[in-house]
């Protein structure tokens, strides 16, 4: 039910922290992944690591927030694996500052990345799911597609974007039997919390106060869920936004 022999997924972002947490999980079941990210170096070593797990991995550089470069993600893809199964739209970035600091630029460039680029990468692999008879595309939303924060206006109003992106992508897409669903991560340890951790004062305080798990997660706490959501195991599960978070949504 959840072997992936023979599935070709990209993983946008696939090259560092929750990216390659998922990445390991679906190589681990014998999907071929291309590591979708714009640093060289980075994914030339996520690649060296995903072989070493047996799985047939391969690198594409793409900038998720620019059509063009999505489109030729989704082109090369074809051409040297041939089909196309999964899609794990990761990618994403953050500008910590308050509302009346943000510039528009820097709102564009967070809504670009995070939001934009999911609607880009899902229309470019939909047609070919389509043809293959079905598929699975799971975004990447967050705590802060629930919750509000001072210092995260474009952040949030993309990770809320994103749920309801799912659903509309969801029901657009049921009858082609291409599932589509959101993991909100809780608070995991990665390059972009440990600069949030740099630049908010009393944060890793707050996250552990707050966590009912204790701790903050690790990236291959959101392994599981990736092989779930991209394999036959979850075929009538669409539309949905499952947190992976120790329970940290769930605290009142
Ligand atoms: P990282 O900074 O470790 O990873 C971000 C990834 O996105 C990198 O692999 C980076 O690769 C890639 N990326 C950024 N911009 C682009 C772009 N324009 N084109 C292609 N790739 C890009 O962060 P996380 O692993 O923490 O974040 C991954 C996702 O998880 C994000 O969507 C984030 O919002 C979300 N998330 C993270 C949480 C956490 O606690 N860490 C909590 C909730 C959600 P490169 O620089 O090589 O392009």
């Not at 564009?108 to 990345?113: E, F, H």
């Not at 799971?138 to 597609?145: A, D, R, V």
């Amino acid at each position: 039910m959840f072997d992936l022999t023979g599935k070709v997924a990209i993983v946008t972002g696939g090259n560092g922290g929750i990216g390659l947490g998922m990445a390991r999980g679906l190589a681990k079941v014998g999907a071929r992944v291309v590591v979708a990210a714009r640093n060289p170096e980075k994914s030339d070593a996520a690649v060296r690591e995903l072989r070493e797990l047996g799985s047939d991995s391969s690198a594409i550089l793409v900038d998720v927030a620019d059509e063009r470069s999505v489109d030729a993600l989704v082109n090369k893809t074809m051409k040297h694996c041939g089909r196309l199964d999964i899609l794990i739209n990761n990618a994403g970035v953050n500008v910590r500052k308050p509302p009346h600091e943000l510039t528009l630029d820097e709102w564009r460039q967070v809504m670009d990345t995070n939001l934009t680029s999911a609607f880009l990468c899902s229309r470019a692999a939909y047609p070919h799911m389509k043809a293959l008879g079905g598929g699975k595309i799971i975004n990447i939303g967050s705590m802060m597609s629930l919750f509000g924060a001072p210092f995260a206006p474009a952040y949030g109003a993309s990770k809320g974007g994103i749920v309801q992106l799912t659903k509309s992508l969801a029901v657009a897409w049921a009858s082609d039997n291409v599932q589509v669903n959101a993991v909100l991560p809780g608070w995991i340890d990665t390059n972009l919390t440990r600069e949030a951790r740099e630049q908010i004062a009393g944060l890793n305080e707050r996250v552990l106060a707050r966590s009912p798990s204790g701790r903050w997660g690790s990236i291959d706490d959101l392994s599981g869920v990736a092989v779930f959501l991209a394999s036959a195991a979850s075929t009538f599960i669409t539309g949905a936004s499952i947190p992976v978070d120790g329970g940290y949504s769930s605290l009142g």
